[in-house]
Nanobody, 123 residues
Framework: QVQLVESGGGLVQAGGSLRLSCAAS????????MGWFRQAPGKEREFVAQ????????YYTDSVKGRFTISRDKAKNTVYLQMNSLKPEDTAVYYC????????????????WGQGTQVTVSS
């Protein structure tokens, strides 16, 4: 069993930065690939980024490449999403998720989810 708690969301102007954190409980944290997804009002939940269990592989959706960076700290059981050069279209609720499939971009392949944190980017 893994429990996930996101934090770090907020309101920021376009061009600004935020760092999201996802604190995980459970001794098997390093065995899970960790992903970030987002969902804007009226839209489906979409993949943003994933980091493998070892931390050696990362994956990003095209719209955030070069702006967002996913990382994990095994000692702290925490995953981060550093978001730079934010745009109004990045506005969404951001969710952290844990799954067994490295490289997966499909929400239904993740086993555990956090409650989400709101990110709002003003123009």
């Amino acid at each position: 069993q893994v429990q996930l708690v996101e934090s770090g969301g907020g309101l920021v102007q376009a061009g600004g930065s935020l760092r999201l954190s996802c604190a995980a409980s459970g001794r098997s944290f390093s065995s899970y690939a960790m992903g970030w997804f987002r969902q804007a009002p009226g839209k489906e939940r979409e993949f943003v980024a994933q980091i493998s269990g070892s931390g050696g592989r990362t994956y990003y959706t095209d719209s955030v490449k070069g702006r967002f960076t996913i990382s994990r700290d095994k000692a702290k059981n925490t995953v981060y999403l550093q978001m730079n050069s934010l745009k109004p279209e990045d506005t969404a609720v951001y969710y952290c998720a844990a799954g067994r499939s490295t490289g997966s971009r499909r929400a239904n392949e993740y086993d555990y989810w956090g409650q989400g944190t709101q990110v709002t980017v003003s123009s």
